[in-house]
């Protein structure tokens, strides 16, 4: 069935299907440059860090600044 559709839904798909799109080309550049991004540490008790300077960069992404706020 194809039914008429009004200009809001229609801008709306649009823009879901966008996002969509977005996110699916984000995840495939993911997997091809995996080796580009930060990994998490593997300890042998099964649990995951970062080390101190993926955290240093970390902090410094999160307030905008080019050194950690303290």
């Known amino acids: 069935m194809n039914m008429p559709r009004s200009p809001n839904e229609t801008s709306e798909f649009r823009?879901?299907?966008?996002?969509?799109?977005?996110?699916?080309e984000n995840e495939e550049w993911m997997a091809i440059?995996?080796?580009?991004?930060?990994?998490?540490?593997?300890?042998?008790?099964?649990?995951?860090?970062?080390?101190?300077?993926?955290?240093h960069i970390l902090r410094c992404v999160g307030d905008g600044t080019d050194h950690p706020a303290e």
Not at 37 to 54: G, H
């Open 33 to 55: 440059n995996i080796d580009k991004t930060i990994q998490r540490r593997r300890y042998r008790n099964n649990r995951t860090s970062l080390d101190e300077r993926e955290e």
């Open 15 to 24: 823009n879901l299907e966008q996002t969509y799109t977005t996110l699916a």
